[in-house]
């Protein structure tokens, strides 16, 4: 289970806070501001903004066994962390001890207003969310009638989500997205495989109406990854003189802040690197702690692991960096969450760094 501390910066952070999240050195001034966030009450969180900037905030997580499932996995491209999120069409079961009622022969079908209508429940919102995020309101709504409730639900047909494989190959069609990652050249083989030499296949992903270069080479050569697709993405394989050049593939790199103060770059095209891997780099000590910086929607997340942790096979070799991560280390970590965003500043600084 994630553990999450919200932080409430002190006055003394605010400047080094809006710094390392509102832009990087050399920047014009901003002046900053805390400010509180909609929804959290008057015990709630508070964040750090510049002037007509969303609240950005910093989230210390340490990595249980829940969170290193959910997060530790390898780069998107790789698929790591990858969960569907139901969407209007989609069809679902749901099963529950005790329940055999909301089992239902034809399932749930997702209705146009995002929900799916339930035996004693009426109308449950499910667009939008995972398999697990329903499960768990459905058990917390189920509450009232079962003192226990067992609940699993399964997504049965995957109508919602969709990419368009186009082009030379033998089969141009729409692929749906699933519960597994959809790769690039997995979408091909679905689509019968390449009509003419792979290795001279020019193949183009064409996402929000910007075209990127998909190294097909690579992937035949080394076996690197190709980008897993999203929903409304368009893989166009092959080409006619006249449509623009894609731009290049853009290097999947994470950095690594080392004890000196040098940032160090981490390439990740060759395969997954774990934080067990980077650790020597850092020094580590018994009692320190090792943190890779993650940058969410709404600020930045700080996964921690402790120094045993991030050395262990089982923790830290299975945390695996993604692009745009900032791993750091402190050699006398604190334990109060407000210490701990003041001991991270540097590493929050180096983070709003364009990577080179």
């Known amino acids: 289970m994630q553990t999450r501390f919200p932080i409430r910066l002190r006055p003394a952070l605010l400047l080094c806070a809006a710094l390392a999240l509102g832009g990087c050195a050399g920047s014009p001034p901003e002046t900053a501001s805390m400010m509180r966030n909609p929804g959290y009450g008057a015990g709630g969180l508070n964040g750090v903004r510049a002037v007509d900037r969303a609240p950005r905030l910093v989230n210390i997580i340490a990595v249980t066994p829940e969170v290193l499932a959910r997060e530790g ?40 207003d995002g929900a799916i209508l339930v035996p004693f429940l009426g109308r449950v919102p499910v667009d939008g969310r995972t398999t697990e995020e329903v499960r768990a309101d459905l058990t917390q709504r189920l509450r009232p009638y079962f003192s226990a409730p067992q609940v699993e639900v399964r997504v049965t047909g995957f109508n919602a989500r969709s990419v368009a494989v186009v082009g030379d190959v033998q089969r141009p069609s729409r692929q749906p997205i699933t519960d597994r990652p959809l790769t690039a050249i997995d979408a091909i083989n679905a689509a019968g495989g390449f009509a003419g030499d792979p290795e001279r296949a020019r193949v183009t992903l064409i996402r929000g109406g910007r075209e990127m270069a998909v190294d097909v080479r690579a992937f035949l050569e080394s076996g ?14 092959g080409g006619r003189i006249g449509w623009g050049a894609p731009e290049a593939p853009a290097r999947a790199t994470a950095r690594l802040l080392r004890p000196d103060g040098r940032l160090q770059s981490i390439d990740l095209v060759a395969g997954p690197v774990s934080v067990a891997q980077v650790v020597p780099a850092l020094g580590m000590i018994p009692g320190g702690a090792v943190y890779v910086l993650r940058a969410s929607a709404t600020g930045i997340d700080a996964y921690q692991l402790d120094a045993a942790a991030a050395v262990n ?5 299975m945390f695996r960096l993604r692009a745009g991560d900032l791993v750091t280390a402190d050699p006398a970590p604190s334990v109060d969450p407000e210490q701990q965003v003041s001991r991270l500043t540097p590493a929050l600084r180096a983070m709003a760094r364009p990577q080179a």
């Open 313 to 317: 096979p089982a923790i830290g070799g």
């Open 73 to 112: 996995g390898a780069t998107g491209d790789a698929g790591g962390g990858w969960a569907y999120r139901l969407g209007v069409g989609d069809v679902m079961q749901i099963f529950a001890v005790d329940a055999p009622e909301l089992t239902l022969d034809a399932g749930y079908r997702v209705e146009m």
């Open 224 to 237: 690197a990854p190709t980008p897993v697709l999203q929903d409304g993405d368009v893989l166009r394989v």
